[in-house]
């Protein structure tokens, strides 16, 4: 009498490539820094005022000039330091692995009768 062999086999894995991204940023021109004219103070040696304001300035010395004060002044250009941000952009270093996605049965002989 002929019996039913079953079919022998194995499982393997199934794989499909897969993309790993790896985000870098690049930096095109970097941060900067730089002094930029603010203002102008102007300061009387004589009773120590100090404003920014040309006007005032003149108005402070003409008073001065009617009271028989001496006028004089200095002035001093202040600046303040901007920081001008870098240029970047984003570039995707990534690559292809190899991932298993799943498992396929794999005939290595057909079920059969003897």
């Known amino acids: 009498m002929r019996h039913w062999v079953d079919e022998q ?30 203002h102008t103070e102007y300061w009387f040696e004589y009773d120590g005022y100090t404003t920014t304001s040309r006007s005032d300035c003149y ?27 870098a240029v970047t952009h984003t570039e995707d270093h990534g690559h292809y692995e190899t991932k298993v996605t799943g498992k396929k049965w794999v005939v290595d002989q057909e079920g059969h009768y003897e």
């Open 9 to 38: 086999g194995h499982w393997e894995n199934t794989t499909e490539q897969v993309w790993v991204p790896n985000v870098v940023t690049v930096t095109d021109t970097p941060a900067t820094t730089k002094k930029v004219y603010d």
């Open 59 to 85: 108005a402070h010395q003409k008073a001065l000039l009617i009271a028989g004060h001496p006028s004089n002044f200095s002035t001093k250009d202040v600046y303040t330091t901007q920081t001008v941000p």
